[in-house]
């Protein structure tokens, strides 16, 4: 009925459409799927700042990167961001009288950079693009440790802190008792 060829030729084009199919969609999965660095996720989404401010209810220390407790500060940032799960943003209004509580009241790490950085992540839950993209400008990062604001990132640039901060980054506790016993 079939010649040889003809078998050999449709198998192996069956066997390459499924090959196709499988990659194509494993491909597919992998791009959806969050993929979270294993070692420094922290240091993926944000650059390296220049300083770190350290608010201990109102006490505040400043590292600089030549400071052995800068590494020992970021190696904390990066088992805060490990997380399963994705980020989120949420609708709150960052007044400056909330950012004078959470550096006065409240244990918190401010990031300082010289020039402005942006982030982009796709698949933020809560993000107002269609794609689910997250996009924000910043020079300064405000992570609170407690109270209301603390599984946040609250992005600032060099005038003022912006609304709508990036959520769903637990993990504070060895941050915090860090600051305390400083």
Do not use: C, W
Not at 2 to 9: G, L, V, Y
Not at 95 to 103: R, V
Not at 115 to 140: I, L, N
């Amino acid at each position: 009925m079939f010649s040889q060829k003809s078998k050999i030729f449709f198998i192996s084009s069956i066997t390459t459409f499924i090959l196709l199919f499988v990659g194509l969609t494993v491909f597919h999965l992998l791009q959806e799927k969050e993929i979270r660095p294993e070692e420094d996720p922290f240091e993926e989404y944000f650059e390296l700042p220049v300083k770190i401010y350290l608010f201990n209810q109102g006490e505040k220390t400043e590292v600089e990167k030549k400071d052995n407790q800068y590494k020992k500060i970021i190696d904390m940032l990066n088992k805060k961001a490990q997380f399963e799960g994705s980020f989120e943003t949420v609708d709150y209004v960052i007044m400056e009288e909330n950012i004078k509580m959470i550096k006065n009241d409240k244990f918190a790490v401010e990031l300082i950079y010289h020039q402005q950085k942006e982030f982009e992540e796709k698949y933020v839950f809560g993000s107002r693009t269609e794609e689910g993209y997250m996009r924000a400008s910043y020079s300064r990062l405000l992570i609170p440790l407690t109270g209301k604001y603390e599984e946040m990132i609250i992005f600032g640039d060099d005038e003022e802190y912006k609304n709508r901060p990036l959520s769903k980054l637990p993990n504070n506790e060895h941050l915090i008792n860090y600051v305390k016993n400083l």
